[in-house]
Every structure is written in structure tokens, then in C-alpha cells.
């Protein structure tokens, strides 16, 4: 899964398309992990299929108002108010334990709540979309194809693809592709 948003409200936006959309309990458990909404080693054998409806909600919403902020429209009322909503939940309780080896790790202090994840994740959304520091630094992929969005925290902000590895590879093979047909033809 791809988690190089800048924001965990943007890794689960980043969920929309393939490959990496959520299909399943697996995959959210998964999601939920490399997110670091949960500290490793967390069971998280309660996620199951019947989280995803909220998961994806949210992810519409957050979705909605990431390209309202984008576009600089209005943000769809509908859409925040259901984000706000969720942002006044409580978020995981989190606890320091000591380790087999003595040293002191994260754990949760409770069970995993699906409500306590989302609302993690609408508060992110909540602080990003209520900074004005990193609503600058909101940027669409430039990537044919790609509708990631990122936060641009590179040094001179000129960052043009959600991943160089992914978009900003195929971006590269297909202008070198262009040059070389245009060689051909001269």
C-alpha cells in the first residue's frame, strides 16, 4: 500500500483507486498498520469487512473537501459536517508498556474502535484542512492518470508526483519514449 501523502487523511484518500483500494478486512488491517493509525503489533482480529462502509464514507468525504481545497471552491457542507462529526469522537487511547527487552513501547489502551480510527483520521483531515501552512502545500499529482494528492514539503516546493518511483517514473520513460519517436522521425 502507498502511505507518501505527508497525512493519514490523504494515505486513506489515496485509497480510492487501484491498486490499492481497500476490498476487504485484510486490507484495512493492513491499511490501518503501515498508516501507523495503530501501533505495531496491535491485533486488530475486529477489523473486519463490516468496518469498510465508514471507512469509505470517509474517505469519499475527506476526498470532497481535499478537492474543494484544491480548486478553491466551496467545501460540500454535507461532506464537513460529517467530517466534523466524526473529528469530535474520541481517538484511540494510546499507553507506554515496556517490551520483552525493558524498553518502553506504544500500545493501545483499549480495544480497537472502528469510530475511535475514523475520528483520528477527521481530525487529520480537521488540522490539515484548518492550516493554512499545509493547505499550501496541497498539490495534485501531475501524473497522467493519478489523482493522489500530497503535501509538497520538498525544499523549493517544486514536487510534481505523488510517488517519483511510480508517476514520476512512467512520467519520465514516456517523455524519453516522445523524444526518441520524434528523433526517428527528423
Known sequence: MWFESGRVCLDLVAT????EGIRDGAELRTWLSGAGLVPEGTPLARVDAGWLP?????RGDLRALVQAELTAAAPEDTALGRVNALAAGPPPGLCAVRDEAGHLVRELSGRVECAALLAAIARDAVELLTDPGDRALLRACEGD???RVYLDTSRGHRRRWCSSEQCGNRE???RHRRRSMAARTA
Open 54 to 58: 465508514p471507512f469509505r464514507d470517509l
Open 145 to 147: 492518470g493519478c489523482s
Open 16 to 19: 480510492l483507486g487501484p491498486p
Open 172 to 174: 519520465r520513460v514516456a
